[in-house]
């Protein structure tokens, strides 16, 4: 039987190969050397990034890394691989002959290496779909930049399509409600829910990103189908790179604020991202796990992000055949031979 000509590209951001200084420093260099990630004119940002960043920082984030790396690899690619591969198996439940692969935007495997993949068998069409929520020039237009950088050496280009942002669709948001309420049968509500997103630079606000308010949509929206009301919900962002001003408030000196107020327990979760990860499992479930309670805090219960769950697999399934209409990727039916 010949191979889909049609394929679906799940991109996710990427990760270390090991959780080493060595792997991190190629990571970070990697990652940091995309002018979409950091707006900062070259002649300024690479002195500051080799002679700097890059000579300090490897090796912290490496015993980051290490905390929560699993003997199959790092959590973000198992996830990801997991997602790639239940996505197609939900599509083909549904008769659609469809390839799914993943790739990263840094490191492996590359968003390049995997379009030379599919095409190589035979893929004349492709879904990008970043697993990114919310819309971010430094993630989702970042898929988009390395998608036409492979485009540019092609002779020949397959048909393509992009998933900007699903930030508001209601079954991402569904799954998002279901995964809290299944946390709170088993943990009991806190006093707050924080639902801490990734940060971004004030100033990429200011430039017209939409990201912080898709941030706080996804958040009035996902509180909304939860039943949580607007004095329990505090809506945050983590993970600050630099002296500059980031969107606020921040994470972990907010959770630190709740604590001195008396708030004894907090339900954390970070809807921005789809699968758990560096960001997720140390920063937010051991970082400011810490902080909170050192700060008088009692219960910290971070609430895990979709990765296999039932219902955000039949949301990514539902989105991924929005986007695929119009592209015949119904299995042919068997012919019966009189």
Request: charged letters at 25%; a positive charge; glycine letters at 6%.
């Amino acid at each position: 039987m010949p191979a889909p000509d049609t394929a679906i590209l799940l991109c996710n951001l990427g990760t270390p190969d090991a959780p080493t200084t060595p792997a991190v420093r190629e990571y970070l260099a990697e990652f940091l050397h995309d002018p979409r990630v950091v707006e900062i004119p070259r002649v300024i940002w690479c002195p500051i990034l080799h002679g700097i960043i890059l000579r300090t920082r490897p090796a912290q984030s490496a015993r980051r890394y290490a905390s929560i790396w699993r003997p199959e690899g790092s959590p973000l690619t198992i996830w990801t691989d997991k997602q790639a591969k239940l996505l197609a198996g939900y599509l083909g439940e549904r008769g659609h002959k469809v390839t799914v692969r993943f790739a990263m935007r840094y490191r492996k495997p590359s968003i390049a290496s995997v379009l030379d993949e599919l095409k190589a068998g035979g893929a004349r069409r492709v879904l990008v779909l970043p697993m990114y929520p919310q819309y971010c020039a430094a993630t989702t237009a970042s898929v988009a930049d390395a998608v036409y950088a492979w485009g540019k050496r092609e002779r020949v280009l397959p048909e393509i399509r992009f998933v900007n942002r699903f930030h508001d669709d209601p079954r991402y948001i569904d799954a998002l409600a279901k995964r809290l309420s299944d946390h709170w049968m088993t943990h009991g509500r806190g006093e707050r829910l924080v639902m801490s997103f990734h940060g971004m630079p004030k100033r990429t606000q200011k430039l017209g990103d939409p990201y912080f308010d898709e941030c706080m949509e996804t958040a009035r929206l996902v509180a909304a189908r939860a039943d949580v009301k607007p004095d329990k919900l505090v809506v945050t962002f983590q993970s600050r790179l630099g002296r500059a001003e980031w969107l606020k408030p921040y994470t972990e000196p907010t959770l630190v604020q709740l604590a001195k107020q008396g708030v004894k327990k907090v339900d954390v979760m970070c809807p921005g991202f789809v699968a758990d990860n560096l960001e997720t499992l140390e920063e937010i479930a051991q970082e400011a796990r810490d902080a909170f309670l050192k700060a008088g805090g009692t219960d910290f219960n971070y609430v895990p992000c979709l990765n296999d769950q039932h219902e955000w697999m039949a949301a990514l399934t539902a989105l991924a055949l929005r986007h695929l209409q119009g592209w015949d990727t119904q299995k042919l039916a068997p012919v019966t031979i009189p």
